[in-house]
Nanobody, 123 residues
Framework: QVQLVESGGGLVQAGGSLRLSCAASGRTSSEDAMGWFRQAPGKEREFVAAIDWTFRATYYADSVKGRFTISRDNAKNTVYLQMNSLKSDDTAVYSC????????????????WGQGTQVTVSS
């Protein structure tokens, strides 16, 4: 059974930075990707970024391009989301997912999810 544990959320001022981590344990596949999604109160869950486990291809939502960077450490089975120049619109619960299907930008492509971590950006 795969388990995902996120960490790194918190409260930050607008313009600041945070780094989220998502550690995976259990069985994973070379076909897998890890994706970050977020959900703000009263809004639908939206795609943020994703990275292929083996080939390192990355995917970003237009709203975070140039500000967020996704990376992974295979030895630690961990994916990171470096978030810079944070805005109040980035406030949400961020969750990581693990899955092997395409498109990587769709939540239904992921089979396993972490519990989520709150990111709050104060203006």
């Amino acid at each position: 059974q795969v388990q995902l544990v996120e960490s790194g959320g918190g409260l930050v001022q607008a313009g600041g930075s945070l780094r989220l981590s998502c550690a995976a344990s259990g069985r994973t596949s070379s076909e897998d990707a890890m994706g970050w999604f977020r959900q703000a109160p009263g809004k639908e869950r939206e795609f943020v970024a994703a990275i292929d486990w083996t080939f390192r291809a990355t995917y970003y939502a237009d709203s975070v391009k140039g500000r967020f960077t996704i990376s992974r450490d295979n030895a630690k089975n961990t994916v990171y989301l470096q978030m810079n120049s944070l805005k109040s619109d980035d406030t949400a619960v961020y969750s990581c997912g693990l899955g092997a299907r395409h498109p990587r930008t769709r939540a239904t492509s992921y089979d396993y999810w972490g519990q989520g971590t709150q990111v709050t950006v104060s203006s």
